[in-house]
């Protein structure tokens, strides 16, 4: 791991949780779209931004095929949607079910979502492929 790296993928993911915040304001105030509505619209919003900056800032990609940046593109969502499946079950186990406080675990559940995030962006999605 590099610290440029890390910094970039920090700075991403804090521009990626502002465009997730007004784009949620926006479609839900000025549209007056229902909550849930707007929470996907947000999310589809900022997992395209955290995609794109991700790939050109981030790990620097440098594939170019309209079928490697596809499946770059599909096993980004795929891993964003894991790893939100995964922090919905660990809050509905340890606050919902056990009882634990609610924001400490959203907390340490953000943190093992963004660890594995970047992990699986490091070694699955956007690794450098090995020319023959």
Do not use: H, P
């Not at 779209?33 to 395209?48: E, G, M, N, P, Q």
């Not at 599909?74 to 406080?101: E, H, K, P, Q, S």
Request: glycine content about 4%; hydrophobic content about 55%.
């Amino acid at each position: 791991m590099n610290f440029k790296q890390l910094l970039l993928y920090g700075i991403c993911g804090v521009l990626a949780t502002i465009i997730d915040i007004f784009t949620y304001w926006a479609v839900s105030r000025l549209f007056g779209l229902s909550v849930v509505t707007s929470t996907v619209i947000a999310w589809l919003v900022s997992v395209f931004f955290s995609y794109w900056s991700n790939r050109k800032y981030v790990f620097e990609s440098k594939n170019s095929s309209f079928f490697t940046i596809f499946f770059e593109a599909v096993y980004f969502f795929a891993c964003r949607i894991a790893t939100g499946l995964l922090d919905v079950a660990i809050m509905y186990i340890f606050a919902d079910l056990l009882g634990l406080d609610d924001v400490i675990v959203k907390t340490v559940s953000n943190i093992v979502v963004i660890i594995l995030n970047y992990a699986a962006s490091k070694l699955f999605i956007f690794r450098e492929k090995k020319s023959s």
